[in-house]
């Protein structure tokens, strides 16, 4: 089993003060999920994966969508590489552990998409963008069952290839895809608003070479830009809502002079 790196530092450690943070995410953002049990329709969300104090009450915004929406047969979990893993892509076939207990993988999903892209527990190790959504997937979702991949390279081809392997692999399956992604990083507050909301209205138009085109021609430092736009591809024709947008000087009165900024988006099926 993958056991946590950043409990403790993250998120709570301890599962009755993990719980009530992720609570208190909800209940200063969005308010408490009702949970669904309707057809599902979302596709896709973008989530920030910054420490809870920093992003948590943003991404409460994706996850409460998520909730209301029914549960899925599995949750893809995409987040981008922070530690330096040797792969374009990479999955990981081991349980997630989180102080809220064991959250297994999808083994029959993980089976197919294991011939078609490196299965390797190993390079999970260290990543944050991954391991922060658990938790909140264990609270809407106390049966879940996830795929946690890990982006080493972000350009569209890869977000191609990656998008292509899933719907493969997915067949048959319902499943929603979790993109991982902070926004502008270190930036005075009034750049990051600007840039962020041109950025997430490019990811809500649905055309993924402008988004790549916005991140190019602007210089943004928004780090898991490979995971939305995989999760653009997967999800095909569908219409997408911009449902936050703050930053780290909204959130915890860091310096606003050198924000980064947070994004939760929902993609939901057209068809």
Do not use: W
């Not at 599902?40 to 409460?64: D, F, L, M």
């Not at 083994?107 to 944050?128: C, K, S, T, V």
Request: net charge negative; hydrophobic share 40%; glycine share 8%.
């Amino acid at each position: 089993m993958r056991v946590p790196a950043v409990s403790g530092t993250f998120y709570p450690a301890e599962e009755s003060v993990l719980r009530e943070q992720i609570r208190q995410c909800f209940a200063n953002g969005p308010g408490e999920p009702v949970m669904g049990i309707g057809k599902r329709s979302v596709s896709a969300v973008v989530v920030p994966h910054a420490g809870y104090v920093y992003s948590g009450t943003c991404a409460a915004y994706s996850y409460k969508a998520l909730a209301e929406n029914g549960h899925p047969d599995a949750y893809i979990v995409i987040g981008p590489d922070h530690v330096g893993v040797p792969f374009e892509f990479v999955m990981s076939s081991e349980d997630y552990v989180t102080p809220l207990g064991v959250c297994p993988v999808h083994q029959g999903i993980a089976a197919r998409l294991r011939e078609l892209i490196p299965d390797d527990p190993m390079a999970h190790m260290r990543e944050h963008s991954i391991e922060v959504q658990i938790p909140f997937i264990q609270y809407i979702d106390p049966q879940a069952k996830i795929i946690p991949i890990i982006m080493g390279r972000q350009d569209m081809l890869a977000a191609e290839r990656l998008a292509r392997a899933l719907q493969t692999a997915c067949e048959g399956f319902n499943v929603v895809v979790i993109a991982s992604s902070d926004l502008e990083h270190y930036v005075p507050k009034a750049v990051a608003e600007h840039a962020d909301a041109h950025f997430l209205n490019t990811v809500a138009s649905g055309d993924v070479s402008s988004m790549y085109d916005e991140l190019r021609m602007n210089s943004l430092s928004v780090c898991g830009y490979g995971p939305i736009a995989t999760a653009m591809i997967f999800s095909g024709p569908s219409k997408a809502q911009i449902l936050n947008q703050t930053d780290s000087f909204e959130s915890a009165r860091l310096d606003s002079g050198s924000v980064v900024g947070y994004g939760s988006v929902v993609f939901t099926k057209t068809h």
